[in-house]
T-cell receptor, first 110, second 111 residues
Framework: AAGVIQSPRHLIKEKRETATLKCYPI?????VYWYQQGPGQDPQFLIS???????DKGSIPDRFSAQQFSDYHSELNMSSLELGDSALYFC?????????FGPGTRLTVT | GIQVEQSPPDLILQEGANSTLRCNFS?????LQWFHQNPWGQLINLFY???GTKQNGRLSATTVATERYSLLYISSSQTTDSGVYFC?????????????FGKGTHLIIQP
């Protein structure tokens, strides 16, 4: 069965740079979620989109923005990167309540 | 917001042992999921179980929504069961709400 696809899988950036993470949901899923998991932490919800409209907002920094496109893929844009942004970023998708998670993008900020 | 507490935080068992992991949550939920995070960081869906009981092989889960807790049972543990087990819930507020995760149970299965 098709799963959630995230790219890139690994990313290394320097402080103050920008990064763009991409998420391709499971086909026919209309809702996308983004989560951030710091080292040794539990995943924290950032933002979600339903039918290309922002649905819910969690602890997303103002330096981050996201959108969902007409083909339902989503991108998380991160600017002015800080050392504390180093984390595993998950995308999840759903059609009903159950969320299916992608493999994650590991971002390292140096 | 909704609170999620998992216990125990750490658990070390010998291969073949059984275990019970608990998740308490503070409010009514639309969604409750159990995940296994493996050493490579992947979050693997175990159960979607806002209420009732489900079984999948050596794993089973029960959620008693009226008492706001869920239990994950692992029987005949194998070393590949090692990792962190997360319980995550979505409150009943409606919309595409994100999941709130517990702090997890770190399980180590020794050969």
């Amino acid at each position: 069965a098709a799963g959630v696809i995230q790219s890139p899988r690994h990313l290394i950036k320097e402080k103050r740079e920008t990064a763009t993470l991409k998420c391709y949901p499971i086909p026919r899923h209309d809702t996308v979620y983004w989560y951030q998991q710091g080292p040794g932490q539990d995943p924290q919800f950032l933002i979600s989109f339903y039918e290309k409209m922002q649905s819910d907002k969690g602890s997303i920094p103002d330096r981050f923005s996201a959108q969902q496109f007409s083909d339902y893929h989503s991108e998380l844009n991160m600017s002015s990167l800080e050392l504390g942004d180093s984390a595993l970023y998950f995308c999840a998708s759903s059609l009903a309540a159950e969320q299916y998670f992608g493999p994650g993008t590991r971002l390292t900020v140096t | 917001g909704i609170q999620v507490e998992q216990s125990p935080p750490d658990l070390i068992l010998q291969e073949g042992a059984n275990s019970t992991l608990r998740c308490n949550f503070s409010d009514s939920v639309n969604n409750l999921q159990w995940f296994h995070q493996n050493p490579w960081g992947q979050l693997i869906n175990l159960f979607y179980i806002p209420s009732g009981t489900k079984q999948n092989g050596r794993l089973s889960a029960t959620t008693v929504a009226t008492e706001r807790y869920s239990l994950l049972y692992i029987s005949s543990s194998q070393t590949t069961d090692s990792g962190v087990y997360f319980c995550a819930v979505e409150g009943s507020g409606g919309g595409a709400d994100g999941l709130t995760f517990g702090k997890g149970t770190h399980l180590i299965i020794q050969p």
